[in-house]
């Protein structure tokens, strides 16, 4: 193994029980530039074991050398979690021009990206939020997410729910683990695509077990 933590890449290229990934870093080694720098991934090396991955997935995985190339061991497709924080929120979690996120996303192993909304003559819209994407493994996001709205003892957070991800939602499984959860009957954005809010109030512990019933219901 020559990574002593995960490294990103995204599937370009699947064949029945292995494909390629193309990485998402720089890698220093010898014969990075063999296969074009893409990384062997096998089904078996997959978690779950003979996983099948489609083209496009964004993975983790740990670089190994075989004497024969390099490949991808534990690899793991990467979820998705969008929330909103108003930007007093986002400013306190992550610095006024987001100069913490780099530390945050290597303390969580997740990668972030952060959207604000500019109308066309280039001017911030009237939105009082900012959008975020949180990119990694189920509990690495659910760690990241309580970590960045955690006040004291409880969290607050707004998570976004795609318009076209609605049926999979069951509201009353996410309310057992935390009763302070409404789903907003009217859309929060429109763009990049339709989304309600899912609103979630309650102690770490409680919107942690939310999450974790969320993220199997709904993320990507």
Not at 76 to 90: E, H, M, N
Not at 171 to 180: A, P
Request: glycine letters at 8%; hydrophobic letters at 40%; a neutral charge.
């Amino acid at each position: 193994r020559l990574t002593p933590t995960p490294v990103f890449g995204r599937v370009i290229e699947w064949k029945g029980a292995y494909g390629w990934v193309e990485p998402q870093c720089v890698i220093e080694h010898p014969d990075i530039a063999k296969h074009r720098g893409h990384i062997f991934i096998h089904s078996e090396d997959c978690i779950p074991k003979r996983k099948s991955l489609a083209v496009g997935v964004l993975v983790e995985f740990y670089l190994y050398y075989d004497g024969q190339g390099l490949g991808a061991e534990e690899c793991a497709a990467r979820k998705v979690l969008r929330l909103t924080l108003p930007w007093s929120s986002a400013q306190t979690a992550f610095g006024e021009q987001g100069e913490r996120i780099p530390e945050f996303e290597k303390t969580f192993r997740v990668t972030m990206r952060a959207y604000q909304w500019k109308l066309l003559d280039g001017s911030t819209g009237d939105l009082k939020f900012l959008l975020f994407e949180v990119w990694g493994r189920p509990q690495a996001i659910i760690e990241a997410v309580v970590a960045a709205t955690l006040n004291g003892t409880h969290c607050s957070l707004e998570l976004l729910v795609p318009e076209t991800r609605m049926w999979k939602i069951r509201l009353g499984q996410i309310k057992q683990r935390c009763r302070g959860t409404e789903l907003s009957q009217e859309l929060t954005i429109t763009d990049p695509m339709p989304c309600r809010t899912l609103s979630m109030r309650g102690t770490r512990e409680e919107c942690s077990a939310a999450m974790q019933v969320f993220v199997v219901q709904v993320c990507d």
